[in-house]
C-alpha cells in the first residue's frame, strides 16, 4: 500500500514560485511505475501536469512546459514539482499519484493541496 502526502501549496501572485512535496510511504519511490502530479481546478476535470517514470524520463502538460519541473529524492523518497512563472490559470487543488506496474496495478492517491495564483 502506498501512501501519498502532500504538502507546499499557498497563496501566491502571479509570476512567482511554489514548491509541492508529495511524500511517499509505503514504497520506495523507485520501485514505484509512474509518479504523476494532477490538478483539478473548480468545475473542470482532473487533468495531468507532469508524471516521472521509474527510469527518470518526464512528461509535462503543454500549458506547464517550461515553467514546471516534476523531480525526486530518493533518500527522502519524495517527489516535488516545481513551479515557477505561475498563472492565475493554476489555480487548482494539486494531487500526487503513483501508479503501480501493469502486473502489480496499484493507483493511489493524497489529498490534494490548493494552489491559489491571484493576478
Known amino acids: 500500500q502506498v501512501q501519498l502526502v502532500e504538502s507546499g501549496g499557498g497563496l501566491v501572485q502571479a509570476g512567482e514560485s511554489l514548491r509541492l512535496s508529495c511524500a511517499v510511504s509505503g514504497r520506495g519511490i523507485l520501485s514505484i511505475n509512474l509518479m504523476n502530479w494532477y490538478r483539478q481546478a473548480p468545475g473542470k476535470q482532473r487533468e495531468l501536469v507532469a508524471g516521472i517514470s521509474r527510469g527518470g524520463v518526464t512528461n509535462y502538460v503543454d500549458s506547464v512546459k517550461g515553467r514546471f519541473t516534476i523531480s525526486r529524492e530518493n533518500a527522502k523518497n519524495t517527489v516535488y514539482l516545481q513551479m515557477n512563472s505561475l498563472k492565475p490559470e493554476d489555480t487548482a487543488v494539486y494531487y500526487c499519484?503513483?501508479?503501480?506496474?501493469?502486473?502489480?496495478?496499484?493507483?493511489?492517491w493524497g489529498q490534494g493541496t490548493q494552489v491559489t495564483v491571484s493576478s
Open positions: 499519484n503513483a501508479r503501480g506496474d501493469p502486473w502489480n496495478p496499484y493507483d493511489s
